[in-house]
């Protein structure tokens, strides 16, 4: 029906001809003694409307207290709440629309009835509309975080989609499983939304060029757990809401399922305020899977699944069901399925897995919907599980979502040319030429020297040419004190120009440790150690890689800092500068550090032999390095290293027990033998002087090192004992090492990777690796081929060999961690402020921390990118050293075409 209707009561004077439509009811509810009744009224748009233009009321039959409305907003409202004025807040083109609103009132003994007026105009014969927008990618949200703040639940979400070329005028959907409200993002503006924030179609802001465009957005929920959905890309069209049909079909799976077990629950338990269950499967075999599907059923809503032997392709939104792909074989006699599931009901969801040999049809990628299915829901009983008494089957309804893509890795070619800048690098084989590069995301540029061609290309699975430019990027992300005119990371300045010793001694320079701003002399020294020892052993890889100068001013820069910790005429060494605790409750920028910043050392009253012993390897390993380089800066070095060791060796304690502030952060466990048997060797590597090697020999046990990390040193000295001796004594302990990480005491991950310690866990199998290289370098040892293949199993891990098919090297490929737990990389650009709001945002790293390797994964190869797990995800000089240096001991090989073919990956 028309009517023309004259608002008078309201200071703004609208006379229009409306539409009446009525107001169709739905969910009513009450709390606090008021009464919410959501509704909506159904308009057709025949044609293009701007942002306002749209207007329209609502009109009630009672007084009403407030309205809640998504698509439009309020401009007047009658004093009793019985009419609303309202326009438009986006633009909207031609489509048949739903206008959802929640009103609160007081309840009565009359119902809530209403109409809606509007001047759009009813449709008798519509006219032809313009053709939809194509979606021409679609793909799930991969990433998910979750936080509270003032009393809301927020998620940070993540879509990648790939795009085949540049696209200047697009759409993008987002389609999620619950209600949401206030999406925030930075590629588009929101174009249009569902009044529940079931879906937003948002219009680009600007271009956006192949291979990929990767897409995060901010949203607010209400449940117990995160909404979860997917996102698409339209062009060529009128964008429409997503399908309101039923759900896309669940994927074709054979008729009988290969078998069927009950799930075991081991432990419930209390995670971030929230309830999770840990349960595990048993699926007996009677062959070896190579491609196999396991199908969850659960009886009760649950969210977060976490496995490790496989990954989840799709699952439903209530969480009733989840399908998983396995990531690797299955051997006899059975595939044993852990799993961790959050669930918000007052006991643990029972349910079963069913196994499924094979592959199953694949499927369509398309927005879902968020309405509910008129279909009938597919039904599943259970038995009874082993876990809880039940006195009946158990029913669980379920529905279908969509499924994940997934990528491939192709072979890398590595020539003796110079790499590319760290920009975001693909990982397929390509032979790189000399070129002028740019340290992505700033517009400094820099020329990389060509480096002398030694041998053709030899293909290898990973280009380590690449891993070491990016790591010694890193190096520089860290450095401290007057930074040089050639400064490469342009989110860094200078800092902590004042840092003195106790009677105004320099202490600037070095590197800070970690994600903080102190310098820990022992894991600092531990880094130019193994660092220095990789170059003088492996320089013609650093030469490959047109990284030969970069590395050797890379060393030099803790070696002139650690040159300044030594006073010899005191007998005194600075061995740390800053409280780390005072440090650790800063977050921000080093270059805006203003706490004070105390230095500690050791002395003959304080005796600190391993962080004095450490750092004469370090003086020792870099005299060797910079022998033929720059001979008065090498005898410098070994000068240094001299009287330091006597220092070391006559005055003999820890230094975690002289100086207490370097508790709890690097307490010296292992003692300072290790160190001052390292330290004697390295010095007798360098000097030939017997002497040091009796010392060493004195020093040396016979015992297998439990790990080789800033601590313990002892494999090394072992190594070198032999290397220098040939004595079978040193050469057994140093067998026993590498068997341990390889196949005996060290567990390895279902993925691989061997697993010593939960703290870091990528450096200590990367130090094992560079210890299995320089071993495979030695003469002696007969299992050299064995090593190599293990070393390179480790470091491929590391660089995509992994069951999330990513580096956790940050910057290599495509797929890398983009949160460190590093403050100057959390900040803003600079004068923009830097505090705690960093700390604690679930945003990406604004700063990409190129060439940093993070901590790494849990012992079930399960790795989450957050910056305030500081166990998976802290950065520090000493993770990356024996990285670096075992990817130096790997292109040595490759450039002798002596490096045995690439272990397959184990995901």
Known sequence: MHSSLILISFTTLWTLTYATVPMIKAQTWTKDDLTRQHAHCTFNLTEKMTKGAWKMSINTNIPTEKIKLWVMKVVEHSADGKTYQLKSKYEYWPQTIDVQFRLTYKKGDIPLDGSCSSNVEPIEEPETAAAPATIIESTNIIER???????KMYMNGKCVLPIAETLNDFYIAITLDQDTSGIKNWIGNTFSEDSNGRWYILKNKWTTHPPELQFTFKITFDSDTMPNGNCAILTGGNPEPPSTQSPTPAPTIPSEETTTANMVIVNSYQDNNKMKMQATCDLPIDTPLESFYILLFFTEDTSDLEIWIGH?????????????????????PSISFPFHVRYSSSQEPSGICKLYNGDLEPITLKPTTPTTSTEQPTTTTLPITTTQQRSSPITITTRPPTRLTSTTQSPTTITTRPPTSPTTTTQQQTTQQRSTTTTSPSTTTTTTPEATTTKQSVA?????????ELSILFYEAQRSGKLPSNNRIPFRGDSALGDKGL????????WYDAGDGVKFNLPMASATTVLSWGLSQWQDAYKAAGQLELMYDSIKWPLDYLEKCWTESKNLYYCQVADGNKDHAFWGRPEDMTYTRDAFAVSTGKPGSDVAGETVSAFASASIAFATKDPAYSAKLLSKARTLYTFAKTYRGKYSDSVPEANPFYTSYSGYEDELCLSAAMLYKATKEQK???DAEGFATTNAGWAFSWDEKIVACQLLLFKETGDQKYKTPVVNFIKDFMSGSVKHTNCGLAFRLKWGSNRYAANAAFIALMAADTPGFSKAEEYKTWAMSQIHYMLGDNNYKMSYQIGYGNNYPRKPHHRASSCPDMPEPCNNAQ???????????????????????????????????????DYNAGFQSAAAGLLHFAIEET????PPSKC
């Open 899 to 902: 490096l045995p073919q690439a």
């Open 692 to 694: 040091y090697l009796n």
């Open 503 to 510: 009677s105004g001694e320099d202490l600037t320079g070095g």
């Open 312 to 332: 989840e392709e799709q699952a439903d939104p209530d969480g009733r069901w989840y399908l998983v792909k396995n990531n690797h074989n299955a051997n006899l």
């Open 460 to 468: 290898t699975k990973y280009d380590y040419r690449k891993v070491l």
């Open 145 to 151: 975080h979750e936080w509270k703040k003032d009393g």
């Open 839 to 877: 700390q604690y945002s679930p945003s990406d790293n604004p700063q990409i921390l190129y060439g940093a390797l993070v901590g790494g994964p849990d012992e079930n190869d399960f790795y989450e990118d957050n910056r305030n797990d500081y166990i998976k995800n802290e950065v520090a000089v």
